[in-house]
């Protein structure tokens, strides 16, 4: 079965702590995403990369890091510097480079920073 | 600045008949417009998308519609059924100088059985 997975499902971290969110996709897309949902907000783009060994930012950048060392994965760490990490996280990828084809999203890691 | 808009946060019908959930777009580069339907907890799962050089595109019991003069576009799904309660994303992307997708912030569409 192809798809996108998150893991895990549920993240628990102490303030001041450093995360690492699992992206992974076989469905060999060359582009791939991340967002963040906060209650009753769109998603809002952190970072995408279109292609392996290269990524840039999105609208909320700040205070998280990526890294796409294969085109199957792409995780994301969410840093101390992130002011308000708590959230659902949603990584997504498309076949082609660029905004004009379809995404497609995995099931989202929820984040809580205690 | 919010380029794209779903004024309602919430909409109820009764199942069998018309869901229509409007999207209204600021930006007049976007040139191609997606729906997504989420539930709780839930990545969101692509529906249906249309670009803009047509004005309309079906798939079964989604129909999306696109105004593009009124930069609006609306998502109608008939018959409404039950398990179609969730949250309706709209996006719009692509076009000259629009290098993301813009997400709405969603409309919650309740099916009463």
């Known amino acids: 079965d192809g798809g996108i997975t998150q893991s895990p499902k549920y993240l628990f971290r102490k303030e001041g702590q450093n995360v690492t969110l699992s992206c992974e996709q076989n469905?060999?897309?060359?582009?791939m995403y991340w967002y963040r949902q906060d209650p009753g907000q769109g998603l809002r783009l952190i970072y995408y990369s279109q292609i392996v060994n290269d990524f840039q930012k999105g609208d909320i950048a700040e205070g998280y890091s990526v890294s796409r060392e294969k085109k199957e994965s792409f995780p994301l760490t969410v840093t101390s510097a992130q002011k308000n990490p708590t959230a659902f996280y949603l990584c997504?990828?498309?076949?082609?480079?660029?905004?004009?084809?379809?995404?497609?999203f995995g099931p989202g890691t929820r984040l809580t920073v205690l | 600045d919010q380029q794209v808009k779903q004024n309602s946060p919430s909409l109820s019908v009764q199942e069998g008949r018309i869901s229509i959930l409007n999207c209204d777009y600021t930006?007049?580069?976007?040139?191609?417009f997606l729906w997504y339907k989420k539930y709780p907890a839930e990545g969101p799962t692509f529906l249906i998308s249309?670009?803009?050089?047509?004005d309309k595109n079906e798939d079964g019991r989604f129909t999306v519609f696109l105004n593009k003069s009124a930069k609006h576009l609306s998502l109608h799904i008939v018959p409404s059924q039950p398990g179609d309660s969730a949250v309706y994303f709209c996006?719009?992307?692509?076009?000259?100088?629009?290098?993301?997708?813009?997400f709405g912030k969603g409309t919650k569409l309740t099916v009463n059985p």
């Open positions: 997504a990828s498309s076949l082609l480079a660029g905004f004009t084809d379809t995404q497609y």
């Open positions: 996006a719009a992307g692509g076009g000259g100088g629009s290098e993301k997708l813009v």
């Open positions: 930006n007049s580069m976007f040139d191609y």
């Open positions: 469905l060999n897309h060359d582009a």
């Open positions: 249309i670009s803009s050089i047509k």
